[in-house]
DNA sequence: GTATATGCAAAACTTTTGCATCCTT
DNA sequence: AAGGATGCAAAAGTTTTGCATATAC
């Protein structure tokens, strides 16, 4: 369960919406949500909050930095906690899952093309589209 | 200048609009465009051409491989003409503009990568976000 | 001539904003 | 008490769709 203290250090006031998103977010089985899967699981716990509070909190999340947006299909965008521990994605296009990783060596060459290039890298997105272990098996 | 040709290989019938778009995609000094950048160039040809269709235009043109679809800010789409050579992005988020590189070595790990998984890959989408060289010189 | 493509307007969707009211400190 | 946060509804922005008309082959 969220805790005020969370809130506090990224320098938000204590609020309920605030709390419930970032329990939503904390407890959630699935990582990726959008704003509209926040506010699904909100009207299922019948609590009051509006979508529009969902996005404006979400936003302030992001700029606080407590969590990630991503663009994966363009159409909606999907937030996930910034636990600190960079990763990229793989979502499947035919499941729509989403798996992480993380490969150093990845990493450390994007640096060195932005180096080679004088740009100031701030950030990266790698995201690989592609079908998953389980939908392979299942179409096969 | 677009051909007919282009467009029957790529089994699409020829017609105005999207012979107009092609060549659009083709000569445009900036080589990715949104739908809205490619109607107000049409405008100012005077061509008739209504947004929808260019939506329509372009989702063909992806569907078809002539193009490839980008969602570098995930408000609006861009596209750019699909030269078989692929590449990835770095976007400055200063001055909009996008550098295009590659590097043989990430793209095998790549899928190096998603092998391990046992992922079946179809396509990736790396970029970098930061402030390019120009904007760097600018600021300093 | 037939099937497909287009233009226009309207709809669908996601996200943002204005404003009165409510809550946190 | 004062400033910030929220809810609701309306707006804004992008992309899609319905349908009558026009076009390609």
Redesign the interface.
């Known amino acids: 369960m969220a805790h005020s203290e969370d809130l506090r250090q990224a320098g938000l006031k204590t609020t309920l919406p605030r709390l419930k998103v970032l329990s939503i977010l904390e407890s959630s089985k699935v990582r990726h949500m959008s704003a509209e899967d926040v506010y699904k699981i909100l009207l299922g716990e019948d609590e009051s909050i509006g979508l529009a509070t969902v996005y404006r909190v979400l936003t302030q999340f992001e700029d606080a930095g407590l969590v990630i ?1 991503h ?1 994966f ?2 159409d909606r ?1 999907v937030f996930e906690l910034n636990d600190e521990d960079h990763h990229d994605h ?1 979502v ?2 035919s499941c729509g899952g989403v ?1 992480e ?1 993380i ?1 150093q ?2 990493e450390e ?2 640096d060195k ?2 180096h080679d ?17 389980k939908c ?1 098996a299942r179409a096969s």
Chains 1, 2 share one sequence.
């Open positions: 947006r663009n299909e363009g965008a793989m499947c296009v798996i990783f490969d060596r990845i060459l994007q093309v932005a290039h004088d740009f100031g890298i701030q950030d990266h997105s790698l995201t690989l589209y592609g079908i998953c272990k392979k």
